[in-house]
Each structure stands twice: as structure tokens, then as C-alpha cells.
């Protein structure tokens, strides 16, 4: 059974701080790594890939952990408009199943 | 210039009709998707389509049947509707069936009362 956890928050974190969530994921046969967000009332969208020597965006860093299964996400310097709830997504390259989401971990930074 | 559009964006309905909602794509996307997201906000597969083939029929009843004229367009129809059928309906596409990006639209929220 393909399963992503996620630890659904919420994290209540100060502007400015720096955080981290992870996810894992239960198939080692999972070949894309992905991070999407969504604010309140909206669709989903990607965030950021995951590749496997780790990549950074900005303030976000995404991190993929093969040999544990698990993916984190860092975010620095965190402001206001990061709050929303960040979705673990996982794919298999090849296959008709399309992506699997994560329940989600909601962020809420405060002033 | 909107990717992904689905139309209506809201829609409040009782128990036992018929409705669609329809969606379209214009990312030149081989494969479409429609993904519900219930109120404890999980979201999760129920169909997608590739080059107009049904590739995956997750567990959802049979009063939920997908529609694709062309590659570009996938609407969903829900039959009998029940209480327990109100949730977002998000529909989706990505290049292709293989674990890329996929792009939503900006949802469905569905009420039945």
C-alpha cells in the first residue's frame, strides 16, 4: 500500500524562525519527489522537487532520504505569507498512478 | 490564460440529482486527473486519464463517471448524488502518466443537501 505521513500540525512558528517538517513514505519503489502547498480555499501547487543530492530554492531547502524513506523540507527566515499547509507528494516514474499526497502539515507563522 | 480550468467553481445541490462539472486544459497535457479532497482535507485519486484511456479507476462508487471528449478535456458526472459526496473536486493534469508535476485547477467545492 502506498502511504505518505505526514505529522498534520499545526506548527505555530515566530516570523522569522526557521523551520522544518518531514514526511515519509512507506514504497521504496517511489521515484519523484515533490513538495506542494496550499493556502486556505485553494488548489494545491508545487513548491518544489526533491532530487536526491538535496536542492534550495530561496529560503526553502528540500531534502530526500532514500535509505529512510523520508523528505523534509527547511524553511528559513520564515515570513507571514508561508503560512498554509504543505502537502509530501510521491510518484513513480513510469507508472499510471499518478501522484500521492500527504495529508499535509499546517504551518502558521505569527507576527 | 488560465492551465487548468473547472467550471462551477461552487455548487449547492440535494440529495438524488444529477450534476457535472467539467474541466479543461490547454497545457498541451497528455494526461488528466480528477482528486477529491474531503474535509479533513485528504486528498486523494479518483481518476485519471491518459490519451483518452481510463488508466486508473480508484474505489469510488460507480455513480462517479469521467468524461473525455479529447485529451484536453475530462468532466466528471455524479449520479444519485448523497450527503456524504460534498467535498472539493480538484481536477488535475500532468505531461504525462509517470510521476511528473501535476498542475491543478482551482476546485469544485460541491455541497449536497
Known amino acids: 500500500r502506498k502511504e505518505v505521513e505526514q505529522d498534520p500540525g499545526p506548527f505555530n512558528v515566530p516570523e522569522g524562525a526557521t523551520v522544518a517538517f518531514n514526511c515519509t513514505y512507506s514504497?521504496?519503489?517511489?521515484?519523484?519527489f515533490f513538495w506542494y502547498r496550499q493556502d486556505c480555499r485553494k488548489e494545491p501547487k508545487l513548491l518544489m522537487s526533491?532530487?536526491?543530492s538535496g536542492n534550495e530554492d530561496g529560503r526553502f531547502t528540500a531534502q530526500l532520504n532514500r535509505a529512510s524513506q523520508y523528505i523534509s523540507l527547511l524553511i528559513r527566515d520564515s515570513k507571514l505569507s508561508d503560512s498554509a499547509t504543505y502537502l509530501c507528494?510521491?510518484?513513480?516514474?513510469?507508472?499510471?498512478?499518478?501522484?500521492?499526497f500527504g495529508k499535509g502539515t499546517h504551518l502558521i507563522i505569527q507576527p | 490564460d488560465t492551465a487548468v480550468s473547472q467550471t462551477p467553481k461552487y455548487l449547492v445541490t440535494q440529495m438524488g440529482n444529477d450534476k457535472s462539472i467539467k474541466c479543461e486544459q490547454n497545457l498541451g497535457h497528455d494526461t488528466m486527473y480528477w482528486y477529491k479532497q474531503d474535509s479533513k482535507k485528504f486528498l486523494k485519486i479518483m481518476f485519471s486519464?491518459?490519451?483518452?484511456?481510463?488508466?486508473i479507476n480508484e474505489t469510488v462508487p460507480n455513480r462517479f463517471s469521467p468524461k473525455s471528449p479529447d485529451k484536453a478535456h475530462l468532466n466528471l458526472h455524479i449520479n444519485s448524488l448523497e450527503l456524504g459526496d460534498s467535498a472539493v473536486y480538484f481536477c488535475?493534469?500532468?505531461?504525462?502518466?509517470?510521476?511528473?508535476?501535476?498542475?491543478f485547477g482551482e476546485g469544485s467545492w460541491l455541497t449536497v443537501v
Open positions: 507528494v510521491v510518484g513513480f516514474r513510469g507508472s499510471a498512478d499518478g501522484l500521492t
Open positions: 486519464y491518459n490519451n483518452k484511456e481510463l488508466i
Open positions: 488535475a493534469s500532468s505531461q504525462d502518466a509517470g510521476g511528473n508535476t501535476i498542475y
Open positions: 514504497n521504496s519503489a517511489s521515484q519523484s
Open positions: 526533491v532530487y536526491s
